[in-house]
T-cell receptor, first 113, second 113 residues
Framework: DQQVKQNSPSLSVQEGRISILNCDYT??????FLWYKKYPAEGPTFLIS?????DKNEDGRFTVFLNKSAKHLSLHIVPSQPGDSAVYFC????????????FGSGTRLQVQP | GAVVSQHPSWVICKSGTSVKIECRSL??????MFWYRQFPKQSLMLMAT?????????EQGVEKDKFLINHASLTLSTLTVTSAHPEDSSFYIC?????????FGSGTQLSVL
């Protein structure tokens, strides 16, 4: 049972435009959500997170939106840059971060120059 | 940000040999570390939770006798793949928690011939 789902395996966007990566979850106990960026043969790099008490968190070009009623979150990257091309993983956990993360399957973002 | 160091970054070994992977938190103490495995084009799957000074907690389907975890200090956890076989070839990633965020090592690509 996949508790965190990223239904789009890939996304292609033009440089300068907005990239929107989506993530859905099924476990209502999740209360903390994170986005990681990963290059091939490297470990994931933390990007941005959001607690379930918020519906938006912004950090520079990255904004994460959380819709608890829909059990949906999204990552917006504006403006997109070629260096943003990577695989993005959505992750979630419960118990205020004391547990391990549950990851989605990832979305490969390609930003075209 | 917090730094997690993982070594080696890649290893090739013969079937039947054992391989040890080290994970160190460099600027913080981690009572809990997590070991993940990622097969090509798949998500990161949690293998086990490593607890300092006590036995590791393994996820369902992960053989504890095959994947030995030792967490002898607050900054070091090791994963030993015993009697490795070609099906154990994968990308192994450790992570450690600093407050509510998880930081990841750079990963170890294991290839078993």
């Amino acid at each position: 049972d996949q508790q965190v789902k990223q239904n789009s395996p890939s996304l292609s966007v033009q440089e300068g435009r907005i990239s929107i990566l989506n993530c859905d979850y099924t476990n209502s106990m999740f209360d903390y959500f994170l986005w990681y960026k990963k290059y091939p043969a490297e470990g994931p790099t933390f990007l941005i997170s959001i607690s379930s008490i918020k519906d938006k968190n912004e950090d520079g070009r990255f904004t994460v939106f959380l819709n608890k009623s829909a059990k949906h979150l999204s990552l917006h990257i504006v403006p997109s840059q070629p260096g943003d091309s990577a695989v993005y993983f959505c992750a979630a956990n419960s118990d205020t971060g004391r547990r391990a993360l549950t990851f989605g399957s990832g979305t490969r973002l390609q930003v075209q120059p | 940000g917090a730094v997690v160091s993982q070594h080696p970054s890649w290893v090739i070994c013969k079937s039947g040999t054992s391989v040890k992977i080290e994970c160190r938190s460099l600027d913080f103490q981690a009572t809990t570390m997590f070991w993940y495995r990622q097969f090509p084009k798949q998500s990161l799957m949690l293998m086990a939770t490593s607890n300092e000074g006590s036995k590791a907690t393994y996820e369902q389907g992960v053989e504890k006798d095959k994947f030995l975890i030792n967490h002898a200090s607050l900054t070091l956890s090791t994963l030993t793949v015993t009697s490795a076989h070609p099906e154990d070839s994968s990308f192994y990633i450790c992570s450690a928690r600093d407050r509510e965020k998880l930081f990841f090592g750079s990963g170890t690509q294991l290839s078993v011939l």
